[in-house]
């Protein structure tokens, strides 16, 4: 199967029929997934090898060469706090077999990547709707003008971003606490390091108190000794 730019309005038109009986399942994910991707404006191109594999030519990134579907999951939408109409999320996986291993860590090919990976089930609609169907569908059912990014980036990873938060805090919290164990340490050996010194020389001081002690008591030896000398001669 190879869908052109110029049969996709053709594409989409049928496929509002068809979705519109789509159940939230993994087979209409792939099939919205792939009516989605060939109706971006840099799609050149996509065609269907089996096996999960397509041809893709993409202007955007650009791209030319195999893309294979790693998986596909269906989910129930989080969205505590609000009543979007949105009941799942589908996150599609795929890569690029022909992209270059050195070039996965762009930031370009980030952005493009996350653009093609999610669509949302409308329940109002029984139908996959691409992200930007998604966000204005949410800006008009809330009557917010603007990008509704933020919204719906929350709307759906809010607990990853509230784990990843907390998980930072604990990371420097702990940090914090190590640092000071650190310094505590450092102070702790150099205390140590002092009171060794303070018993080295007062053992020093010792030694010489003893030397004097010694030299002090020689010489009291030798004052009696003299004295005793005097009484002797003084007695003859």
Do not use: C
Not at 18 to 25: E, I, N, R, V
């Amino acid at each position: 199967m190879r869908i052109r730019p110029q049969i996709i309005v053709l594409l989409l038109g049928i496929s509002l029929t068809h979705s519109t009986l789509a159940q939230p399942d993994r087979d209409s994910l792939l099939e919205a997934w792939e009516l989605y991707i060939a109706s971006l404006p840099g799609t050149s191109s996509l065609e269907a090898m089996g096996d999960d594999v397509y041809r893709l030519e993409d202007t955007d990134l650009p791209y030319a060469g195999d893309v294979r579907v790693i998986g596909a999951l269906v989910r129930p939408a989080e969205s505590p706090g609000f009543q979007t109409g949105f009941t799942h999320i589908g996150t599609v996986e795929f890569e690029l077999l022909d992209w270059p291993i050195e070039r996965l860590a762009s930031q370009n090919y980030y952005y493009w990547l996350t653009d093609r990976q999610m669509l949302h089930y409308s329940a109002d609609e029984q139908r996959w709707v691409d992200p930007a169907s998604y966000q204005a569908s949410l800006a008009d059912q809330y009557g917010i003008e603007g990008n509704f990014g933020a919204l719906s980036f929350m709307l759906n990873y809010g607990i990853w971003v509230l784990l990843i938060t907390l998980i930072v805090f604990v990371f420097l919290a702990v940090h914090r606490q190590a640092k000071k164990a650190r310094s505590l340490i450092d102070e702790t050996r150099a205390i140590n390091q002092q009171a060794r010194e303070n018993i080295d020389r007062a053992a020093s001081l010792q030694d010489e108190v003893l030397t004097i002690a010694r030299a002090t008591r020689d010489l009291h030896v030798e004052s009696n000794e003299l004295l005793r000398k005097m009484l002797a001669a003084l007695r003859d």
